[in-house]
């Protein structure tokens, strides 16, 4: 815990460091435009992707900076899918007011389940979370006059993004549209990580005794942070509520909450990059294990998770860092 | 032009069952979208093989158009990633029809793409009588709540019974259950005296079961679904003493015939109306269970067999008419008659949704002392009730 | 008066079956400090070994049902050995996400080899049938499953409170290091543990299959319950387990019975409240 403050601090502050990243930050950005065109007959996939990385960041804030280990954060993705779904329906199916909307509503799920959450800690914060979760669950599928219970929620059907992309049935607007929302949830979490703000999180992570001693409020700083975790959460829910035009409960279950967390300590926690990295090996090992033998394709995930903790345990994106050692050593 | 086209293709279609792959000359694909992995995947695996038995015995072609069927795992519910699933099959594996769907939410997730890329689809199971009105493209080869609870209702009735509870699953499918048979109940005269909605996850059922027989009805109305419910379902029942009470059970499809050997002796003499039982006797039920135990030894057949294989049928009598010029094919199957293992079934031109026969039947042990769904009774060509009466 | 019994009685053997599935995490997670998510595996390995026994093998009930627990208990100790060791020492999301893969794993492995459907197990002709206890009728295997459970309980008692390995167990769990230190072979005492909890899963899954049905996906299905019963009692407590469960047990059936709609939301708003009140669980001490 100790080292990984170390490793982190003086990356923030030297500019080579900082602009390598941005450099990063553009190849990543062009190789989700070159896949448009690569593979032009998988957009609905890539959507998908797109829409899970949001999802997956906002669980890295709270999980990777503030250190905040949750397993119910499908009930903030879950809420905003709901919300901006409802939104559409009944009020207005303009998608950036949606996405608004469903920010919102993850945000304030966010702020009232924090006010206990982020007392807890361990199991008791992990069961916590879960309840959370659970309990929206069945008040959705009991409300079914406004949710449509387990049939779905029927009924959205998008106006054109700015009032000229319409949503087509190959999905390009929608591709577009997420990468446009998940870039700007990304330059916003990368503001915010390294705002002293961040620093704060990270500093609760690393040891909240030492934080409160200096005279932060530990507390009200967690809920803050889980918040603002919240809402970016809420705009994954409705971007995917938008994109598929439908909203399940499946939304709030406990697997996608689950699926969520493998997919970001499969990443590497705490780094946003592993986030995504984390989320497009998932799906993509899913997708096409499960294309080849369906039956079969757990033992698949199941051996790619084992092989994750045991050799790289700090996920995916220690693997390079790893190497580095290794060469190191070897010279 | 485009009528004549269908007609005499269809014309040949008859012809052509055995005249077969030598006509083949173009390769039209088939979509079929459902579970093949997850708790749900015994679905996928029924789907399968039934479709592979109606191919097995009525060549991969029709109309001149060789027929290749595409599987993908949708894995349980999960509208997101079979709408992705649908565009990729249409975009980038060219199928021209679809069927599959097991669970309504991913069914309904498909509507408005079907509708623009105009593809004919066969549910060959998701049962909320709603999905069929959300697009024009959809044609159901399965059976609704609406239209098996009725039939159970007014059967109940005449054996009278009088006074009944009802327990269902709190979900969609539970839902319609509960309405379609308190409707039918109340209006010949029954009264429903409890009605409870029970969490999906449960499964131990002795605390509803207990507050059943305290009111002791004459019968208790109940809708599962398959698997792990309907099995604890069946065994609370007997071991709470709710049939030593006299009290009934009725219920749908909780026999299935994929957890009815689980079950054991305390599913023996459940009753059920159902459209569809592993043991219905009919030549055509005789070919199709045999082919299945010859080509699966081991396997069932079940609702999902059979929704499976009349969808095979339809989507056959579409190609065969039609081929890739997929635009009009549902009409082509619109008052469509034909005979199902199941017994004799029609597609109801307006609703598009399959009329059929509903019967009664109450489990027991046939000559190889295996547990079967043995019919008694009959309610002829019942459409979809939920469509027709709301 | 009759209602009230009733929930008692059904929400009593309910809950012992939580117990009794249990008890083995709360011991594994109170003294090794592992989030282990694969807990529920233990029931799935041996209620799937039971059924392999007696319908497809002809194995008798009573013969099945310790030679599933030991089965489990063998496969356990493998698992420790290759698994389990290195966990010890991960972090806690690491403990997450290697536990889950562990269960993905066993789940897989019962699903290629028996399938994905109810797996039964063939109880004996008496435990179905139903014994009067004056104001209602029981399942005599529901009678078995109270019986079995205080027995595990008084057996778990004297176990930890008058043999050896008792005290070198209370000791790890109080503090490792020093017990360590002490000369006490924690590694042995882990291993020992660890296997006795597998074994007290698979114990329960097989008692408790006709409420808790045994099929491929029973780890994941089940996972958030036992995990309730071991947050609310409290880690490494299994008094306080005994507690949680049998509470839980009751308060749910109640609820089932009396606001079926409601039944699950009840049931995790009992247990926010409790853990928002101790956050520690009843009698938890870490």
Redesign the interface.
């Known amino acids: 815990m100790e080292a990984d403050i170390i490793r982190h601090k003086p990356a923030k502050r030297l500019g080579g460091i900082f602009s390598r990243r941005i450099l990063l930050d553009i190849c990543l950005i062009s190789a989700a435009i070159a896949f448009f065109f690569i593979f032009p007959n998988n957009l609905g996939f890539m959507t998908r992707v797109l829409v899970m990385i949001i999802m997956v960041l906002s669980l890295d804030l709270v999980l990777g900076y503030a250190g905040v280990a949750t397993l119910g954060h499908a009930a903030l993705f879950g809420s905003g899918a709901y919300a901006a779904g409802i939104f559409a329906v009944y009020i207005s199916a303009n998608p950036l007011l949606g996405l608004v909307v469903g920010a919102l509503a993850g945000a304030i799920i966010a702020f009232f389940s924090g006010l206990i959450l982020m007392r807890a800690t361990g199991l008791t914060l992990l069961m916590l979370s879960i309840a959370v979760a659970q309990v929206l669950f069945e008040l959705v599928n009991s409300e079914r006059d406004l949710t449509g219970g387990s049939d779905g929620l029927l009924g959205i059907d998008m106006d054109p993004v700015l009032g000229l992309y319409a949503f087509d049935f190959y999905g390009k607007t929608g591709y577009w549209y997420a990468l446009a929302v998940l870039v700007v949830v990304f330059i916003l979490l990368r503001v915010f990580v390294a705002s002293p703000f961040g620093l704060v999180a990270r500093g609760i992570h690393a040891s909240p005794e030492r934080m409160r001693a200096i005279g932060t409020p530990v507390y009200w700083r967690l809920i803050t942070i889980y918040t603002l975790a919240g809402g970016i959460a809420g705009i994954g829910g409705a971007v995917s509520a938008q994109v598929t035009e439908l909203v399940s409960l499946e939304s709030l279950g406990f697997n996608l909450s689950a699926e969520a967390m493998i997919m970001l300590i499969l990443g590497g926690i705490g780094r946003l990059y592993g986030a995504i990295f984390g989320t497009v090996i998932f799906m993509t090992v899913h997708h096409f294990a499960a294309s080849v033998d369906p039956f079969n394709w757990l033992f698949v995930i199941g051996i790619l998770v084992l092989l994750v903790v045991y050799v790289v345990p700090e996920g995916v994106l220690g693997l390079p860092e790893k190497l580095r050692k290794h060469l190191g050593m070897a010279k | 032009m485009k009528k004549l086209f269908a007609a005499l293709s269809a014309a040949s279609a008859i012809g052509l069952a055995s005249a077969g792959p030598a006509l083949a000359d173009h390769t039209v694909k088939v979509g079929i979208i459902a579970p093949?992995?997850?708790?749900?995947?015994?679905w996928?695996?029924q789907f399968q093989e039934a479709i592979e038995v109606y191919v097995a015995q009525n060549g991969e072609s029709a109309g001149g158009h060789r027929i290749e069927f595409v599987y993908?795992?949708s894995?349980?519910?999960?509208?997101?990633?079979t709408?992705?699933?649908?565009?990729?099959l249409v975009?980038?594996d060219g199928v021209d029809y679809l069927g599959g769907f097991v669970f309504?939410?991913n069914a309904?997730?498909v509507a408005?793409?079907i509708d623009?890329?105009q593809i004919p689809t066969v549910i060959f199971n998701a049962a909320?009588s709603?999905i069929v009105e959300?697009s024009d493209y959809f044609v159901r080869t399965s059976f609704s709540l609406w239209q098996v609870s009725v039939p159970m209702a007014e059967w109940a009735y005449a054996q009278g019974i009088r006074t009944a509870a009802i327990s269902v699953t709190?979900?969609?499918p539970g839902?319609d259950a509960e309405i379609a048979f308190k409707t039918a109940f109340e209006a010949l005269g029954g009264t429903v005296v409890d009605t409870?909605?029970?969490?999906?996850?449960?499964?131990?059922f002795?605390?509803?079961m207990?507050?059943i027989k305290?009111q002791s009805p004459d019968a208790v109305f109940g809708f599962l679904p398959a698997?792990?419910p309907s099995?604890?379902y069946i065994?609370a029942y007997?071991?709470?003493?709710l049939r030593?009470a006299g009290i009934e059970f009725l219920g749908t499809g909780e026999m299935d015939e994929?957890?009815l050997?689980?079950?054991?002796d305390?599913a023996i003499g459940i009753t059920t109306a159902y459209h569809y039982s592993g043991a219905h006797p009919s030549e055509m039920n005789q070919a199709f269970t045999d082919k299945i135990d010859e080509m699966f030894p081991g396997s069932v057949t079940n609702l999902a067999s059979v929704g499976a294989y009349d969808g095979a049928h339809i989507l056959y009598q579409m190609i065969g008419a039609v081929g890739s010029e997929r635009t009009e094919a549902v009409d082509v199957v619109r008052g469509l008659a034909w005979e199902s293992p199941r017994g004799p079934v029609s597609i109801d031109p307006v609703t598009r949704h399959i009329t059929q026969n509903v019967y009664i039947r109450r489990v027991a042990r046939d000559e190889n002392g295996r547990l079967v769904n043995e019919e008694f009774d009959v309610i002829e060509a019942v459409p979809d009730l939920g469509l027709v009466e709301n | 008066m009759s209602v009230f019994f009733g929930i008692l009685v059904d929400g009593v053997s309910y809950g012992m079956i939580l117990f009794m599935i249990s008890v083995g995490l709360t011991i594994t997670m109170g003294l090794m400090r592992v989030i282990n998510l694969a807990h529920g595996s233990f029931a799935l390995i041996g209620g799937a070994t039971a059924h392999w026994l007696t319908s497809e093998m002809g194995v008798g009930y009573y013969a099945a049902v310790p030679l599933a627990v030991l089965a489990t208990m063998m496969v356990a100790m493998v698992l420790e050995k290759v698994f389990y060791r290195k966990i010890y020492q991960f972090t806690e999301l690491q403990q997450v996400l290697a536990t889950i893969g562990i269960t993905f794993l066993c789940i897989a492995t019962v699903n290629y080899l028996l399938g994905s459907t109810i797996l039964p197990i063939k109880i004996p002709e008496v435990f179905t049938e139903s014994i009067s206890l004056g104001f209602r009728s029981m399942p005599v295997h529901r009678l078995v499953v109270i019986v079995m459970g205080l027995v595990v309980v008084v057996a778990l008692f004297l176990l930890l409170e008058r043999t050896n390995f008792g005290i070198q167990l209370r000791a790890a769990v109080d503090n490792r290091t020093m017990a360590d230190a002490l000369g006490i072979d924690t590694v042995r005492i882990f291993a020992l543990s660890f296997s006795l909890g597998a074994g007290l899963a698979a114990f329960g899954g097989i008692l408790g299959a006709e409420l808790l049905p045994v099929e491929a996906y029973y780890p994941l299905r089940y996972m958030v319950l036992f995990l309730v019963v071991v947050a609310v009692g409290g880690m490494g407590s299994i008094a306080g387990s005994f507690l949680a469960a049998i509470g839980l047990g009751i308060i749910d059936t109640a609820a089932r019975y009396i606001v079926p709609e409601y039944g699950t939301i009840f049931f995790f708003v009992v247990m926010m409240l409790v853990l928002a009140l101790r956050p520690r669980g009843l009698l938890g001490r870490i």
């Open positions: 093949f992995s997850g708790p749900f995947a015994i996928g695996k993908k795992d894995g349980g519910p999960n509208p997101s990633g709408k992705a699933l649908a565009q990729e975009i980038s309504t939410p309904l997730a408005p793409l623009e890329a909320t709603i959300k709190d979900y969609g839902n409870i909605k029970m969490p999906l996850a449960t499964t131990d002795a605390p509803f207990q507050r305290d698997g792990p099995f604890a065994k007997n071991e709470n003493g030593e994929t957890t050997e689980a079950i054991g305390a």
